[in-house]
């Protein structure tokens, strides 16, 4: 189960059987302003894997902030969710989350990344 509205995201799964996994997170996020990096989106990662509560931050540059379900994932993997799952399997909620995260920063075709973000 998904459900989107801007600024929120809900994702939600329950174990099949024993040998699988259940998780429900929500990643919140906001315009922010990082004084080295400037502006950016500050993304809140909270909820629960297998029972267990978790709650993280982390801030992405302007042109970094499309990669959120890469970071979302590594989060949760951290906190329990197995190596082999990604909680971006739901393609259309992430990709409406990804157009409101590019009308929040306004962020246009062409615009330029940090040389020192591609490495």
């Known amino acids: 189960m998904a459900m989107f509205e801007p600024g929120h995201l809900?994702?939600?799964?329950?174990?099949?059987?024993?040998?699988?996994?259940?998780?429900n997170l929500c990643i919140d996020y906001e315009v922010?302003?990082?004084?080295?990096?400037?502006?950016?989106?500050?993304?809140?990662?909270?909820?629960?894997?297998?029972?267990?509560?978790?709650?993280?931050q982390?801030?992405?540059a302007?042109?970094?902030a499309f990669d959120f379900a890469r970071h979302a994932t590594r989060l949760a993997q951290q906190h329990g969710l197995p190596k082999s799952a990604s909680i971006a399997s739901m393609h259309k909620y992430y990709d409406e989350m990804f157009e409101d995260v590019r009308k929040q920063l306004d962020v246009k075709p062409g615009d330029p990344v940090k040389p020192e973000h591609l490495a």
């Open 32 to 56: 922010a302003h990082d004084p080295k990096e400037g502006k950016g989106m500050l993304f809140t990662l909270h909820g629960t894997i297998e029972d267990k509560s978790l709650k993280e």
């Open 62 to 64: 302007k042109d970094l």
């Open 10 to 23: 809900h994702i939600e799964r329950h174990a099949l059987n024993k040998d699988d996994f259940s998780y």
């Open 58 to 60: 982390f801030f992405l």
